[in-house]
T-cell receptor, first 117, second 114 residues
């Protein structure tokens, strides 16, 4: 069925390196994508979002790229720090038939990012 | 701190029992969402309330119900609990009614059904 999935379940990097976390989505009707970070014992924390009319969006040390042609989303973290170690989820928001989606996010399975000092 | 408060943080109960999870959204947020997180299913949308009215339902069992009160806090009621209901239950809030906005999640309630 339709889903949002991640290619890599785990990613290990050295402190200071750049990290890239990938996500594939299957529903071309999705028009809003979000990356969340979840640390142990905490709820998902918003990182960055992007709408389908954009290809790229930058935040502080993070960049999200959207490739609608291949239905691919990526999160780039620059100069990764130990504090970035967490599970990263991509999520998509799908339009209902009436054009509304009510924040019904569909989450991917998550990627565990481990940053080694 | 997201500003979303969930209580209790941990809940241990037995099969067949009923529990109530509580959520206070961020100040001013009218929308409350409930999500379930388990190892095998990941994060699954359960239900969305906006200003006291149910707006959308996801994979929510009939044994589960929710409501949002006039003061905008919400409760998720889980009844006839089964072992498989053990999971993390998150509440999230946002200021808008429609989708396309970022959600702020609470720290969750860890439910263990023994």
């Amino acid at each position: 069925g339709e889903s949002v999935g991640l290619h890599l379940p785990t990613l290990s990097v050295q402190e200071g390196d750049n990290s890239i976390i990938n996500c594939a989505y299957s529903n071309s009707a999705s028009d809003y994508f979000i990356w969340y970070k979840q640390e142990s014992g905490k709820g998902p924390q918003f990182i960055i979002d992007i709408r389908s009319n954009m290809d790229k969006r930058q935040g502080q040390r993070v960049t999200v790229l959207l490739n609608k042609t291949v239905k691919h989303l990526s999160l780039q973290i620059a100069a990764t720090q130990p504090g970035d170690s967490a599970v990263y989820f991509c999520a998509e928001n799908r339009q209902h038939a009436g054009g509304t989606s009510y924040g019904k996010l569909t989450f991917g399975q998550g990627t565990i990012l481990t940053v080694h000092p | 701190d997201s500003g979303v408060t969930q209580t209790p943080k941990h809940l241990i109960t037995a099969t067949g029992q009923r529990v109530t999870l509580r959520c206070s959204p961020r100040s001013g947020d009218l929308s409350v969402y409930w999500y379930q997180q388990s190892l095998d299913q990941g994060l699954q949308f359960l239900i969305h309330y906006y200003n006291g009215e149910e707006r959308a339902k996801g994979n929510i069992l009939e044994r589960f119900s929710a409501q949002q009160f006039p003061d905008l806090h919400s409760e998720l009621n889980l009844s006839s609990l089964e072992l498989g209901d053990s999971a993390l239950y998150f509440c999230a809030s946002s200021g808008q009614q429609l989708g396309g906005e970022k959600l702020f999640f609470g720290s969750g309630t860890q439910l263990s059904v023994l």
